[in-house]
């Protein structure tokens, strides 16, 4: 295991974590998350985007009119703002992309591994802070609402699509989200196949 | 020729002969294709082919269909005041309606042009004429609404107008009435002595923002100028006037005017016109006149003007020529390939058709010259006859093209359409009308390349077509495929005001283009208020201005304190950025003021005289939301 964690990477495979790194910088470019909305009266859909430091409508105006059909329900406004987690996203991305950049002055298997498990955490930490926000936007219902049905919460699916009133609402990673995806893939072929040439090697 | 005895004995004749066979099947199935429910039948949700957008006639506005379904999907005020949306009441609209007459919110409309890029719809403005007081409106096309409307002076009765150059470089407006120009009180029977005269208006279009400006006037002898249509192609140069009561009658004109047999068809040069004008041959001349601008989401300007370049037509040869024409001609109608000019006799028994191109071989040529009109030049007959269709119909009145070769006339008095075939001028087929029809439209008809397959004829009785409604009737638009070698008529439709004329544009040119809301960061309304926290109240002494927003389902601020006799202004402004959301806005009792309907991201004024004490609610009258009903408030008016 310890010749594994300081086995150094073989070349094309420090390349392949060097474009990791260079490919995560384009998660800064374009949104990680979708959720989309559709109802009778919306037939051309409603979207909105979460980045790694905003959110956004799919529109120019998307945004404004989910806040507004979220106001008879009585949901919060939806504004960055009001996410703090947005506030220190792009540092937690910022170190994923300085740890490949520093594997490749320091090129070994246990990097890749401090690679795979960060993402694995990041992942986990912001999914579950995803479900918790989508909680709380759901629940946290303005009593004085005008539109008020006894036991109905809005939260939004974590993944998939749910039916809310009319409303069918579908949360979907989006490009950034693949990339992060495709991240962790590549670390953990990075990681298997360290681990036949080791094998290989040792044979 | 026909004596109008003998014309009237043909009529009776023709129209019994046309009704006999009718009357044993009845009307309403006559040659209608069996299939024709299937062909113009548009299933919910999905779209129709063609916008057709007919001129209102007596309404003054324009009214906007799909093609085939036939079914009505907006009125686009123009030149009346519209309740439903506060047009022509509001602080926004209402200078769109002055005039150097003052106020004018009616008009009576009858054509409609399409902008044009190299003779091909362009899709981006139509045109309207406002016969009554000479106008001439522009319609964007983005967002369906009037932007310009241009007063014409020194005209009477803007009837030939606006046909537009091949690309929309100029629109044509001519005078229907001749009149004394420059206006004065003379004997009406000085007119029989050339005491009266027309213009022609060539009027500019500019090539990007669509602004109208009057370009230059031409001084034409006293005759009733009837329609018109420009050249294309190789008379890309020419516009073509018809004209009536060449006898210059001034009384009982329907006797007086029908005498001679044959009137003119009148060519003019534009482009030569525009180069006497540069070269200074142009005079300056009086006539009072307003241009009314609306700029997206601002109040309409309204600007005054005075005096315009006039031209005589013995000052700039070359440029005017009488091609004379049976008898009475109201259309004039130029063929897809710029070849053709087809003159709609009202009271002749042919439809004539000139050649352009002998029109040019012979123009100047003095042997082909049968004499001279104040300076203008009249062509013999028979030198610029491409041929001539023999015994089509009663009252052929208007032409338009398929593009295939074919040609189409609307006959009013024998109630029918005929297709004829260019070059041979041999009719191929009748089809009838119910009833009177007068203009005819091919989509794309008018320009290079026509879009041949629905053709709708614009009728003006409609006896025994509909439910009865008392004792005035709806006119009636009636449509046909023309795609195949045989017309078919597929259905009729009842159809608001009178459709005068109507020009028909594929959807595909427009339905991608449409506006859908006004972007709140871009509007530049003076009295916008883009935020709700700028909502406010501000006192002038005795004038209060309300800056108010307005979006679903409340209006901020909402309660108003005044007192009697003080001037109210609601600055509204809806903050919506969502299509199809508009606010209404509405005073109980306000008197001098309708309905505002405020679209996504625009500010319109209403203006209010606080009336005696009370309590006067407010509320919002488009149905925008589950609690539109609750979209209401109240303004209190103290002694
Ligand atoms: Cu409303």
Redesign the pocket.
Known sequence: MKTLLFQTLSKRNRLLILGVGLVLLAVYLIPIWSISISAPQYPEGLGMHIWINQITGATPYDLKNINLLNHYIGMQEIVSESIPELLFMPYVLGYLIFGAFVTELYPKVGMAILGIINLIFVGLVGLSDFWRWEYNYGHNLNPEAPIIIEGMAYQPPLLGCKVMLNITACSYPSYGGMILGLSLVVLVYILWDENRRKKSNVV | MLKKSNLILVTLGISLFAFVPNCKKGAATATLASDAASRVYVAPGEKDEVYAFLSGGFSGQMSVYGIPSARLFKIIPVFSVFPENGYGFDEETKDMLKTTHGYVPWDDSHHVEASMTDGKQDGRWVFLNANNTPRLARIDLKSFETKEILEIPNTAGNHASPFATENTEYLMAATRFSVPIPQASVAVDSFSKGGFKGTISMVKVDKNTGRLSIELQVLVPGFDYDLSRCGKKKSHDWCFFSSYNSEQAHKMLEVGASKKDKDFILAFNWVRAKECKDQGKAYNFGGEYVNNFREENKPAVSTKLSGVKMLNPKDCPGMMYYMPTPKSPHGTDVDSTGEYIVGGGKLASVIPVHSFSKMIEVKDKKEHHSTEIEGIPVLKYESTLAGEVQKPCLGPLHTEFDGQGYAYTSCFVSSEVVKWKLGTWEVVQHLPAYYSVGHLSIVGGSSTEPYGKYLIAMNKITKDRYLPVGMELPQSAQLYDISSGKAELLSDFPTVGEPHYSQMIPAKLLMDKTAKLYPLEENKHPYATKNENEARIVRLGSTIHIYMT?I??HFKPDIIEARTGETLYFHVTNLEQDYDIP??FAIGGAPNMTNLLIMPGETRTFKWVAPKPGVYPFY?T?F??AL?QE?QQYIRVSP
Do not use: K, P, Q
Request: hydrophobic letters at 20%; glycine letters at 10%; charged letters at 20%.
């Open positions: 307005a679903r389902s606010h209404g919002c488009d925008c939301s539109h979209m």
